[in-house]
């Protein structure tokens, strides 16, 4: 591969390639700031820029009409029901304050997004509010599907957000009370998150970062899985949770309140939670 740009000819950084290495059908390369340029113009630069050449880059930006074939996709049969299409009536300016916010938490968690969530990330502001605080987030897409994905858990709910080409973005929320567990299934190269519903599992396949992925299932596991229960489920007794257990947890949840990720508050809760398994 080119180390510069196709289209600028800027030498490519470390910035550049970091999220992927913006390649080119014809070998060549883009700079993230020619890629956002085209992506302005076609979002489908974003998910499937591989299949592009330079030829059909500059035809779009010089605005021409570009006949290229769609890549075949799976069938989307075991995606859960989705909710109604977000209603996109905030202002511009509460729209550029909660993007500020939303920015400034992906930074303090070190967030590792692929170029392939830009538009599920530009849908955030719509759904998550002022006083709503992310702590954490990971790419993830349904199973079965090849729409890039991303998934956001807060201390209220979790949120799926996913986007296929130019399709309008699909937004299913899981509120606290709904999601009994949550599981992680290795694999080294695919790892799955589930969240096991009322009624249903849902699963999330996490393609792109291993690591990332079960950084984000050991933030949300302290959440939504009771080690009492998973003491049970494990022994098949209804014995007392060991305390090393617990204290296990509340050491990690003692590194997020240090991070930023959670709140004094937020801390507190989980830890009254923990301590009651000891009584």
């Known amino acids: 591969m080119k180390n510069t740009c196709s289209l600028c000819n800027t030498e490519l950084t470390a910035?550049?390639?970091?999220?992927?290495?913006?390649?080119?059908?014809?070998?060549?390369?883009?700079?993230?700031?020619?890629?956002?340029?085209?992506?302005?113009?076609?979002?489908e630069l974003l998910y499937k820029?591989?299949?592009?050449?330079?030829?059909?880059?500059?035809?779009?930006?010089?605005?021409?009409?570009?006949?290229?074939?769609d890549l075949t996709r799976k069938?989307?049969?075991?995606?859960?029901?989705?909710?109604?299409?977000?209603?996109?009536?905030?202002?511009?300016?509460?729209?550029?304050?909660?993007?500020?916010?939303?920015?400034s938490e992906l930074e303090k968690l070190n967030a590792n997004l692929s170029m392939f969530?830009?538009?599920?990330?530009?849908?955030?502001?719509?759904?998550?509010s002022e006083d709503e605080k992310i702590i954490a987030i990971t790419d993830a897409q349904f199973v079965n599907t090849l729409d890039a994905g991303?998934?956001?858990?807060?201390?209220?709910?979790?949120?799926?957000?996913?986007?296929?080409?130019?399709?309008?973005?699909?937004?299913?929320?899981?509120?606290?009370?709904?999601?009994?567990?949550?599981?992680?299934?290795t694999d080294p190269r695919s790892p799955v998150i589930k969240l096991h519903l009322e009624e249903r599992v849902v699963e999330f396949e996490c393609y792109m970062d291993k690591e990332d992925a079960e950084k984000?299932?050991?933030?949300?596991?302290?959440?939504?899985?009771?080690?009492?229960?998973?003491?049970?489920?494990?022994?098949?007794?209804?014995?007392?949770v060991s305390s090393e257990m617990v204290f296990e947890q509340l050491e990690k949840l003692g590194r997020l309140r240090e991070s930023g990720i959670l709140t004094d508050a937020e801390f507190t809760e989980q830890k009254r939670k923990l301590l009651e398994q000891l009584r």
């Open 216 to 240: 984000f299932y050991d933030v949300i596991r302290m959440i939504y899985n009771d080690p009492q229960k998973q003491n049970q489920n494990q022994s098949g007794r209804g014995k007392e």
């Open 75 to 103: 069938s989307e049969q075991y995606l859960p029901t989705l909710q109604d299409p977000v209603s996109q009536t905030i202002s511009r300016e509460v729209y550029r304050q909660r993007k500020r916010k939303i920015k």
């Open 150 to 185: 991303i998934l956001v858990a807060t201390a209220k709910r979790m949120l799926s957000v996913s986007k296929s080409m130019l399709g309008q973005a699909k937004i299913n929320e899981y509120p606290n009370e709904t999601i009994k567990t949550v599981s992680f299934v």
């Open 49 to 69: 820029l591989n299949t592009f050449s330079i030829g059909d880059i500059r035809n779009m930006i010089e605005g021409r009409n570009v006949q290229h074939q």
């Open 117 to 128: 969530t830009k538009g599920e990330i530009k849908e955030l502001p719509y759904l998550i």
């Open 15 to 43: 910035m550049d390639t970091l999220l992927g290495a913006n390649k080119l059908s014809d070998g060549g390369a883009l700079c993230n700031q020619c890629l956002e340029k085209g992506s302005a113009v076609n979002q």
